[in-house]
C-alpha cells in the first residue's frame, strides 16, 4: 500500500511543492493499528540585523519534519515586507505547518532606525569675476544632522580640488568656472553649494579721446571739453579732466575758462578697477585779452510817421583787424548784415537800432541810434521863435521866445539850441560870453516822436575885450579901451581889490585882500557870492587852471599858496618861499604845474604845484616885484615898481618899458590880442597898453579915482572853443530849496551823432557858498541818448569861518601905507631935501613893517589859518537866500554841452 505525503522545502524565503512516494509495509499486529507524529522544526537568518528605513533584509531558513509532511513554509516580516521603510523593532517568524497541523518556527529581531539626513552647505567665492590670472578666495561651511560628515572637498571647477571648506585659488585661463563645495556623510548622503566664477581675458588699460574747442583765443577763453573713455572690462573708476593751469573737473567732458595768456595742455585721463589708465590730451593757446570792436552809427531820420524809410550808415573798426561780423538790428525783430543799409518801419514805436560787430575772439562791440515812429495820422509840431536881440557885444543876453503848436496837443518837449553849446527847454533867455555868430535854433517833439520843423534865427556877438580895473572901496571899474567907463561892481566888502581871473563860463573872481575874501560876479556883473573862505592872511591874486581849480596867493601872515576846486572847497596849501612878502602876484605857466609868484622883493620865484616842490628862482635883478603875468614864450611881464620889466623863460631881462611921467606900476595884464599889454601906475591912476615887442605907448587914459586907489588889472580873455555836443535838458529847469536841503533833479544827454562813443564828465558852475552838486553816474559814455540824475546839495548852518579878520583890518589897512610911503618917496626923488625924505620914509616904513610883523606873529600863533591848518571850506557856510543860474555841463575833450538850472535857495 502506497501514501502520497505532500511536502514543502523552504529556501530562500520561497516554498517548493514536491511529490513524494513513500512504500509502507503495513503489519498486523494484534489487529491494531499505530499512528504517531512530530513537529516540525526551522532555523532562520535575517541580514542586516537592523539599519536605517528603508532598510532591505534578506532572510534564509529551513524546516525539517520527521514524517516529511511539512505542507507550507511562511515568513512573516513583522511589517509585512522586507523592505520596512518606517522605523522600529521588528520580529521575522519563519513558520513551517505539517499535514498534521502540527507547526515549528524560528524568529530574528531586526531594528530600523529613521532615514539618514544628508549634509548641507554654503559657499561664498569672491571676488566672482575678474581678468586673468584672477585669486579668488573660497569661504564655506557643512552641517549634517547626524554629525557624520567624513569628508569636505572644495572642487574649483578647473580640474583642482582643495579639502576642506574654505580656501584660494587663482584661476589662470579665462573663462566661466563653477566652484562646488561637497560634504559626505557615513551614509554615504552628500551635500553640496556652488558659485559661478567668471574668469576675463587679461585687464586692458581703458582708452580716451578729447576734443576742446575753442583750442585758441584771447583771455579770458572759454572753451568746453568733449570727450569719452572705453575699457574692454567695462570697469572704468575713474575720469578727470585736468585743465593745466592747476584746475581740475570729474568726468569726460566740462567747461573751463583761461583767466591767463599761455599754452595749456588738457588731458582726460581714465582709471579701471586693475589701477591701469588711459588719457587723451589737447592743447590750447590762450593769448593775451582781445581788444573788442568799437563802432559808429547815424540813422536817419531818427523820427517819423509809419511807414518811416530810415538809412543807416555805420562804421567799425577793430585793433586786431579781426572783424568777422557786422550785423545791424533794426528793434523790430528785423537785421541786415553789413553796417549800412536802408529800413522801413511798418508800424509806431521807439526802436533801439544797434550795429553790433564780432572779431574772431568773440569780442563785440556796438553802437545804437534809438528811432521814434509816430502813428500814420500823428502830424509833427510846427515851431517858430523870436529873438529879443540878434547882435551885440560880449556879454550879450538874449531871450528866446519859442512857439510851438502841435495838432494833437501832445508836444513831448521843446528844445533850443543856443549854437554856444547851451540849451534849454522852451522859452527862455541866455547870456553869450564869446564872439561869433551862432544859429539859435528850436525844434519841438511831440509824443508820437514826431519832430517839428526846426525855427531859427541868428545871433551875431561881437568882443571888443574890456578892462577891469580893482580900486578901493571893494570896487572894480569896468572901463571900454578907449578909456570911456561902462560900469562898476561892488564886492560890498569895502576893501582893495588887486588880483582879478576868469574862470571857464567868463565868471569874474577879485581878491580883496585887505578884506580878506574872494568875490565872483556873473558875466553881466551881477554878485554871485562868495569864493572860498579862511583868506586871513590878505589874498592878493588869483588864477585858473584848465581843469577848474583856482590858486590863490596870499601877501601877509602864513604866505601860503592856496589850492581850491571849482566849488570854493580847499584841496591844497602850499607852502613857499618868499622875500620881503608872500606869494603875492601869481601866474600859472602852459604845464599847469608851474607857479610863478613875485614877493615885493628882487626875485621871481617859481613852484611845482603837481608835485609839491620850490622850483628855482627865475629872477634875481628886480626893485620891487609885483603884479605878474607869463607870455606864451614861457617869459613873463613884471610890474617892478619904477619900471616894467619882460624877461625870457630863463629869466634874463630883454626889455624895461618906462614912459615919463610914471613910477608906481603895481599890477598888469596881457592884451587877448596876444600883442599888447595894460598896466596900471598905483601913484598916478594912468592905465597904459603897451606893444610887447616895441614897447611903444598904445593907449593911456585915466581911472578917474584919486591916487594910490587903483591896485588891480584884469582882461577878459577869449573863451576856448568847444564842438556842441547835443542837447542836454534839465528837468525840471528849476528847483527851490530851503538852505541845507538838497533838490534832485534829471539830466537828458541826448549826444550829437559826432559826439557818439565819447566819455563825458558832469561839472557844476556858478555854484553859490556852501553848496555842491553830484552826478549819478559821474561819467557816461555815449552810444545814445542818456539819462543821469543831478543833485544840488546847500548848507544850512553857519560856522563863522574867519573871527578874527575884523581885528586885523585896521593893520591890514595901515599896511596898505608902506607902498604907498615907499612908491611917494620914490616919486620926489627930484627934490632937494630928497635925502631927508628919504631917511623919514624909511623910518615910518620900518615902524609900520615891525607892527605888521609882531600881528602876524600873533595870527599864526592864534586862530588865522597856515599851511599846517588849512582854513575852512565853504561847505561849512550857509548857503544864502537868492536864486542862482547853476551852468551844468557835459563835457569830453573838445565837445560839450550846456544848461542852466536856476536854483532857489530860501
Same mark, same amino acid.
Request: proline share 7%; glycine share 10%; aromatic share 6%.
Given at each position: 500500500?502506497?501514501?502520497?505525503?505532500?511536502?514543502?522545502?523552504?529556501?530562500?524565503?520561497?516554498?517548493?511543492?514536491?511529490?513524494?512516494?513513500?512504500?509502507?509495509?503495513?503489519?498486523?499486529?494484534?489487529?491494531?493499528?499505530?499512528?504517531?507524529?512530530?513537529?516540525?522544526?526551522?532555523?532562520?537568518?535575517?541580514?542586516?540585523?537592523?539599519?536605517?528605513?528603508?532598510?532591505?533584509?534578506?532572510?534564509?531558513?529551513?524546516?525539517?519534519?520527521?514524517?516529511?509532511?511539512?505542507?507550507?513554509?511562511?515568513?512573516?516580516?513583522?511589517?509585512?515586507?522586507?523592505?520596512?521603510?518606517?522605523?522600529?523593532?521588528?520580529?521575522?517568524?519563519?513558520?513551517?505547518?505539517?499535514?498534521?497541523?502540527?507547526?515549528?518556527?524560528?524568529?530574528?529581531?531586526?531594528?530600523?532606525?529613521?532615514?539618514?539626513?544628508?549634509?548641507?552647505?554654503?559657499? $561664498?567665492? #569672491? !571676488?566672482?569675476? /575678474?581678468? %586673468?590670472?584672477? +585669486? *579668488? &578666495?573660497? =569661504? @564655506?561651511?557643512?552641517?549634517?544632522?547626524?554629525?557624520?560628515?567624513?569628508?569636505?572637498?572644495?572642487?574649483?571647477?578647473?580640474?583642482?580640488?582643495?579639502?576642506?571648506?574654505?580656501?584660494?585659488?587663482?584661476?589662470?585661463?579665462?573663462?566661466?568656472?563653477?566652484?562646488?563645495?561637497?560634504?559626505?556623510?557615513?551614509?554615504?548622503?552628500?551635500?553640496?553649494?556652488?558659485?559661478?566664477?567668471?574668469?576675463?581675458?587679461?585687464?586692458?588699460?581703458?582708452?580716451?579721446?578729447? $576734443?576742446? #574747442? !575753442?583750442?585758441? /583765443?584771447? %583771455?579770458?577763453? +572759454? *572753451? &568746453?571739453? =568733449? @570727450?569719452?573713455?572705453?575699457?574692454?572690462?567695462?570697469?572704468?573708476?575713474?575720469?578727470?579732466?585736468?585743465?593745466?593751469?592747476?584746475?581740475?573737473?570729474?568726468?569726460?567732458?566740462?567747461?573751463?575758462?583761461?583767466?591767463?595768456?599761455?599754452?595749456?595742455?588738457?588731458?582726460?585721463?581714465?582709471?579701471?578697477?586693475?589701477?591701469?589708465?588711459?588719457?587723451?590730451?589737447?592743447?590750447?593757446?590762450?593769448?593775451?585779452?582781445?581788444?573788442?570792436?568799437?563802432?559808429?552809427?547815424?540813422? #536817419? !531820420?531818427?523820427? /517819423?510817421?509809419?511807414?518811416?524809410? *530810415? &538809412?543807416?550808415? @555805420?562804421?567799425?573798426?577793430?585793433?586786431?583787424?579781426?572783424?568777422?561780423?557786422?550785423?545791424?538790428?533794426?528793434?523790430?525783430?528785423?537785421?541786415?548784415?553789413?553796417?549800412?543799409?536802408?529800413?522801413?518801419?511798418?508800424?509806431?514805436?521807439?526802436?533801439?537800432?544797434?550795429?553790433?560787430?564780432?572779431?574772431?575772439?568773440?569780442?563785440?562791440?556796438?553802437?545804437?541810434?534809438?528811432?521814434?515812429?509816430?502813428?500814420?495820422?500823428?502830424?509833427?509840431?510846427?515851431?517858430?521863435?523870436?529873438?529879443?536881440?540878434?547882435?551885440?557885444?560880449?556879454?550879450?543876453?538874449?531871450?528866446?521866445?519859442?512857439?510851438?503848436?502841435?495838432?494833437?496837443?501832445?508836444?513831448?518837449?521843446?528844445?533850443?539850441?543856443?549854437?554856444?553849446?547851451?540849451?534849454?527847454?522852451?522859452?527862455?533867455?541866455?547870456?553869450?560870453?564869446?564872439?561869433?555868430?551862432?544859429?539859435?535854433?528850436?525844434?519841438?517833439?511831440?509824443?508820437?516822436?514826431?519832430?517839428?520843423?526846426?525855427?531859427?534865427?541868428?545871433?551875431?556877438?561881437?568882443?571888443?575885450?574890456?578892462?577891469?580895473?580893482?580900486?578901493?572901496?571893494?570896487?572894480?571899474?569896468?572901463?571900454?579901451?578907449?578909456?570911456?567907463?561902462?560900469?562898476?561892481?561892488?564886492?560890498?566888502?569895502?576893501?582893495?581889490?588887486?588880483?582879478?581871473?576868469?574862470?571857464?563860463?567868463?565868471?569874474?573872481?577879485?581878491?580883496?585882500?585887505?578884506?580878506?575874501?574872494?568875490?565872483?560876479?556873473?558875466?553881466?556883473?551881477?554878485?554871485?557870492?562868495?569864493?572860498?573862505?579862511?583868506?586871513?592872511?590878505?589874498?592878493?591874486?588869483?588864477?585858473?587852471?584848465?581843469?577848474?581849480?583856482?590858486?590863490?596867493?596870499?601877501?601877509?601872515?602864513?604866505?601860503?599858496?592856496?589850492?581850491?576846486?571849482?566849488?570854493?572847497?580847499?584841496?591844497?596849501?602850499?607852502?613857499?618861499?618868499?622875500?620881503?612878502?608872500?606869494?603875492?602876484?601869481?601866474?600859472?605857466?602852459?604845464?599847469?604845474?608851474?607857479?610863478?609868484?613875485?614877493?615885493?622883493?628882487?626875485?621871481?620865484?617859481?613852484?611845482?604845484?603837481?608835485?609839491?616842490?620850490?622850483?628855482?628862482?627865475?629872477?634875481?635883478?628886480?626893485?620891487?616885484?609885483?603884479?605878474?603875468?607869463?607870455?606864451?614864450?614861457?617869459?613873463?611881464?613884471?610890474?617892478?615898481?619904477?619900471?616894467?620889466?619882460?624877461?625870457?623863460?630863463?629869466?634874463?631881462?630883454?626889455?624895461?618899458?618906462?614912459?615919463?611921467?610914471?613910477?608906481?606900476?603895481?599890477?598888469?595884464?596881457?592884451?587877448?590880442?596876444?600883442?599888447?599889454?595894460?598896466?596900471?601906475?598905483?601913484?598916478?591912476?594912468?592905465?597904459?597898453?603897451?606893444?610887447?615887442?616895441?614897447?611903444?605907448?598904445?593907449?593911456?587914459?585915466?581911472?578917474?579915482?584919486?591916487?594910490?586907489?587903483?591896485?588891480?588889472?584884469?582882461?577878459?580873455?577869449?573863451?576856448?572853443?568847444?564842438?556842441?555836443?547835443?542837447?542836454?535838458?534839465?528837468?525840471?529847469?528849476?528847483?527851490?530849496?530851503?538852505?541845507?536841503?538838497?533838490?534832485?533833479?534829471?539830466?537828458?544827454?541826448?549826444?550829437?551823432?559826432?559826439?557818439?562813443?565819447?566819455?563825458?564828465?558832469?561839472?557844476?558852475?556858478?555854484?553859490?557858498?556852501?553848496?555842491?552838486?553830484?552826478?549819478?553816474?559821474?561819467?557816461?559814455?555815449?552810444?545814445?541818448?542818456?539819462?543821469?540824475?543831478?543833485?544840488?546839495?546847500?548848507?544850512?548852518?553857519?560856522?563863522?569861518?574867519?573871527?578874527?579878520?575884523?581885528?586885523?583890518?585896521?593893520?591890514?589897512?595901515?599896511?596898505?601905507?608902506?607902498?604907498?610911503?615907499?612908491?611917494?618917496?620914490?616919486?620926489?626923488?627930484?627934490?632937494?631935501?630928497?635925502?631927508?625924505?628919504?631917511?623919514?620914509?624909511?623910518?615910518?616904513?620900518?615902524?609900520?613893517?615891525?607892527?605888521?610883523?609882531?600881528?602876524?606873529?600873533?595870527?599864526?600863533?592864534?586862530?588865522?589859518?597856515?599851511?599846517?591848518?588849512?582854513?575852512?571850506?565853504?561847505?561849512?557856510?550857509?548857503?544864502?537866500?537868492?536864486?542862482?543860474?547853476?551852468?551844468?555841463?557835459?563835457?569830453?575833450?573838445?565837445?560839450?554841452?550846456?544848461?542852466?538850472?536856476?536854483?532857489?535857495?530860501?
Amino acid at each position: 500500500m502506497k501514501l502520497l505525503r505532500l511536502s514543502s522545502d523552504v529556501m530562500g524565503g520561497h516554498a517548493k511543492n514536491r511529490i513524494r512516494f513513500f512504500t509502507f509495509v503495513l503489519f498486523w499486529v494484534a489487529s491494531a493499528t499505530f499512528l504517531y507524529a512530530d513537529n516540525p522544526t526551522c532555523s532562520l537568518s535575517v541580514t542586516p540585523p537592523g539599519g536605517s528605513a528603508p532598510l532591505n533584509v534578506t532572510a534564509s531558513g529551513g524546516c525539517t519534519d520527521l514524517e516529511n509532511d511539512i505542507v507550507t513554509e511562511v515568513i512573516d516580516w513583522g511589517d509585512g515586507t522586507n523592505t520596512p521603510t518606517a522605523a522600529g523593532t521588528f520580529n521575522v517568524v519563519l513558520t513551517a505547518t505539517d499535514s498534521f497541523g502540527n507547526q515549528g518556527t524560528s524568529s530574528q529581531q531586526i531594528v530600523v532606525t529613521p532615514p539618514n539626513a544628508p549634509p548641507s552647505c554654503t559657499l $561664498q567665492v #569672491a !571676488p566672482s569675476s /575678474g581678468p %586673468a590670472p584672477l +585669486a *579668488v &578666495t573660497a =569661504t @564655506g561651511s557643512c552641517t549634517d544632522p547626524e554629525n557624520d560628515i567624513i569628508s569636505e572637498v572644495i572642487t574649483w571647477g578647473d580640474g583642482t580640488s582643495t579639502v576642506g571648506t574654505s580656501g584660494t585659488h587663482t584661476f589662470i585661463n579665462p573663462g566661466s568656472f563653477t566652484v562646488t563645495l561637497t560634504a559626505t556623510d557615513s551614509a554615504g548622503n552628500t551635500g553640496s553649494a556652488s558659485q559661478t566664477v567668471t574668469v576675463g581675458s587679461p585687464n586692458v588699460p581703458p582708452s580716451c579721446t578729447l $576734443q576742446v #574747442a !575753442p583750442n585758441s /583765443g584771447p %583771455a579770458p577763453l +572759454a *572753451v &568746453t571739453a =568733449t @570727450g569719452s573713455c572705453t575699457d574692454p572690462e567695462n570697469d572704468i573708476v575713474s575720469e578727470v579732466i585736468t585743465w593745466g593751469d592747476g584746475t581740475s573737473t570729474n568726468g569726460t567732458s566740462g567747461a573751463h575758462t583761461f583767466t591767463n595768456a599761455g599754452s595749456f595742455t588738457v588731458t582726460l585721463k581714465a582709471t579701471d578697477s586693475g589701477g591701469l589708465t588711459g588719457s587723451a590730451s589737447q592743447t590750447v593757446t590762450v593769448s593775451n585779452p582781445n581788444v573788442p570792436p568799437t563802432c559808429a552809427l547815424t540813422v #536817419a !531820420p531818427a523820427s /517819423g510817421p509809419v511807414p518811416l524809410n *530810415v &538809412t543807416a550808415n @555805420g562804421n567799425c573798426t577793430d585793433p586786431e583787424n579781426d572783424i568777422v561780423s557786422t550785423v545791424i538790428n533794426w528793434g523790430d525783430g528785423t537785421s541786415t548784415q553789413g553796417t549800412n543799409g536802408p529800413h522801413t518801419y511798418s508800424s509806431a514805436g521807439t526802436f533801439h537800432v544797434v550795429l553790433t560787430a564780432t572779431d574772431s575772439a568773440g569780442g563785440t562791440g556796438s553802437a545804437s541810434q534809438t528811432v521814434v515812429v509816430g502813428p500814420a495820422n500823428n502830424v509833427p509840431p510846427t515851431c517858430s521863435m523870436q529873438l529879443s536881440s540878434t547882435s551885440g557885444k560880449v556879454p550879450l543876453t538874449v531871450t528866446v521866445q519859442a512857439n510851438c503848436t502841435d495838432p494833437e496837443n501832445d508836444i513831448k518837449s521843446t528844445v533850443v539850441d543856443f549854437g554856444d553849446g547851451f540849451y534849454a527847454a522852451g522859452t527862455t533867455s541866455h547870456t553869450f560870453v564869446r564872439a561869433g555868430t551862432f544859429s539859435v535854433t528850436v525844434v519841438a517833439t511831440d509824443s508820437a516822436g514826431n519832430v517839428s520843423n526846426t525855427a531859427s534865427g541868428s545871433v551875431s556877438i561881437s568882443d571888443d575885450p574890456t578892462l577891469f580895473v580893482g580900486v578901493n572901496s571893494g570896487q572894480i571899474k569896468n572901463f571900454d579901451q578907449s578909456g570911456k567907463a561902462i560900469n562898476t561892481l561892488n564886492t560890498a566888502r569895502g576893501g582893495s581889490v588887486t588880483g582879478m581871473a576868469f574862470d571857464w563860463v567868463d565868471n569874474l573872481y577879485v581878491t580883496d585882500f585887505t578884506a580878506n575874501g574872494v568875490t565872483k560876479f556873473a558875466p553881466s556883473g551881477d554878485v554871485i557870492g562868495d569864493f572860498g573862505a579862511g583868506y586871513s592872511c590878505k589874498p592878493e591874486s588869483i588864477v585858473f587852471d584848465r581843469a577848474g581849480n583856482a590858486y590863490v596867493g596870499e601877501t601877509g601872515c602864513s604866505h601860503a599858496l592856496l589850492k581850491f576846486d571849482a566849488y570854493g572847497n580847499l584841496l591844497a596849501s602850499f607852502v613857499v618861499a618868499t622875500e620881503v612878502e608872500g606869494s603875492d602876484w601869481i601866474d600859472l605857466a602852459e604845464d599847469q604845474c608851474t607857479i610863478l609868484y613875485t614877493s615885493q622883493g628882487t626875485s621871481v620865484f617859481s613852484f611845482n604845484v603837481c608835485t609839491n616842490q620850490q622850483g628855482p628862482t627865475l629872477s634875481t635883478g628886480l626893485n620891487t616885484g609885483l603884479g605878474l603875468r607869463i607870455l606864451p614864450d614861457g617869459g613873463a611881464l613884471i610890474a617892478d615898481k619904477q619900471d616894467i620889466v619882460r624877461i625870457d623863460s630863463a629869466g634874463r631881462i630883454i626889455t624895461r618899458y618906462n614912459p615919463s611921467g610914471e613910477s608906481c606900476w603895481v599890477s598888469l595884464t596881457l592884451d587877448p590880442d596876444g600883442k599888447s599889454f595894460w598896466a596900471v601906475d598905483y601913484c598916478s591912476s594912468d592905465i597904459i597898453r603897451f606893444d610887447i615887442t616895441s614897447g611903444n605907448q598904445l593907449t593911456k587914459f585915466n581911472s578917474g579915482t584919486p591916487t594910490q586907489t587903483v591896485f588891480g588889472i584884469a582882461m577878459r580873455g577869449a573863451t576856448a572853443e568847444t564842438t556842441p555836443a547835443g542837447p542836454l535838458i534839465a528837468s525840471p529847469p528849476t528847483a527851490s530849496v530851503a538852505a541845507g536841503q538838497s533838490a534832485s533833479l534829471q539830466l537828458t544827454f541826448s549826444p550829437s551823432s559826432a559826439a557818439m562813443n565819447q566819455t563825458f564828465t558832469f561839472a557844476c558852475a556858478n555854484l553859490p557858498i556852501g553848496s555842491s552838486c553830484s552826478f549819478s553816474p559821474a561819467t557816461v559814455t555815449t552810444t545814445s541818448p542818456v539819462t543821469v540824475n543831478l543833485t544840488i546839495s546847500t548848507t544850512g548852518r553857519s560856522a563863522g569861518l574867519m573871527p578874527s579878520s575884523a581885528s586885523r583890518v585896521p593893520v591890514y589897512a595901515i599896511w596898505l601905507l608902506v607902498p604907498n610911503l615907499i612908491l611917494r618917496c620914490n616919486a620926489h626923488r627930484t627934490k632937494k631935501n630928497k635925502k631927508l625924505q628919504f631917511f623919514f620914509c624909511a623910518i615910518v616904513v620900518g615902524a609900520l613893517t615891525a607892527s605888521l610883523l609882531a600881528c602876524g606873529s600873533s595870527s599864526r600863533g592864534g586862530t588865522g589859518s597856515s599851511a599846517g591848518q588849512p582854513p575852512p571850506t565853504p561847505s561849512s557856510m550857509t548857503t544864502p537866500a537868492a536864486t542862482y543860474p547853476i551852468i551844468i555841463q557835459a563835457k569830453s575833450n573838445s565837445f560839450a554841452s550846456s544848461t542852466v538850472v536856476n536854483l532857489s535857495v530860501q
